[in-house]
């Protein structure tokens, strides 16, 4: 039986998920990528908590994501508004979790825009 994309992705996932742990001092980012939209999320996976999230639906950056060109310029966006609310909090230092995606484009994009703002990966 022929494994879905959806599957593979989950299964790579997992196999990352075994390794890679948030903490408070140094929580997982944890990025999703859909087709229009990004997401990122740094995570105490401890407490099982979200410290901070942004996304390219945010009304922090919406102005900014209907004036950028790409998609990926989008995501370098959400990966500098994450560190910047990270930074808010006294966070600098991050896990990074692909979460089964290629370390490439869009998911790329959020790492170095995340890195930029301050973040250390």
Known sequence: ?????????RKK????RKKVNGTPERPRLSVYRSLNHMYAQ???DTTGTTLVAASTKSKEIA??????GSKIERSRLVG????QKAKDKGIENAVFDRNGFRYHGRVKA??????????NI
């Open 1 to 9: 039986m022929k494994l879905k994309k959806e599957d593979i992705r």
């Open 13 to 16: 996932k997992n196999r990352v």
């Open 42 to 44: 740094l995570i105490d």
């Open 63 to 68: 102005e900014d994501v209907k004036n950028a």
């Open 80 to 83: 500098k508004l994450l560190a």
């Open 110 to 119: 959020v790492a170095e825009g995340a890195r930029e703002g301050g973040i």
